[in-house]
């Protein structure tokens, strides 16, 4: 079973994305190359190759978790862009019940 035009048309509804025939036709030969691949990499023989994480030995690239200090609240905000009562202060993002953005807050 391979993707349709349809599938893709649908998919792109689904991420609101508008695409052309063209692109389309190119989606749909491109996904069913995807899905060929997927198909033969099934096939191979893998039961004898042990489970992984990774493809290659490592280390842990954790660091030791080692307690420090905690950075003071007013050193931190004293370096920030704008503070207002030893917070901060950034664009308000949200709309506001006009409809509006609105402005700092």
Do not use: C, W
């Not at 004293?78 to 917070?87: F, H, L, N, V």
Request: glycine share 8%; hydrophobic share 45%; no cysteine.
């Amino acid at each position: 079973m391979g993707f349709s035009e349809a599938d893709v048309y649908y998919v792109a509804r689904l991420a609101r994305l508008a695409v052309s025939r063209e692109e389309v036709a190119r989606l749909v030969g491109d996904l069913n190359r995807v899905l060929d691949y997927v198909a033969k990499l099934q096939s191979l023989p893998t039961e004898t190759v042990a489970p992984t994480f990774h493809g290659v030995e490592r280390a842990s690239a954790m660091r030791e978790d080692v307690p420090e200090p905690s950075l003071q609240p007013a050193a931190v905000v004293a370096e920030a862009p704008a503070a207002r009562d030893g917070m901060f202060v950034v664009p308000r993002i949200l709309e506001d019940d006009t409809g509006r953005e609105g402005g700092e807050g």
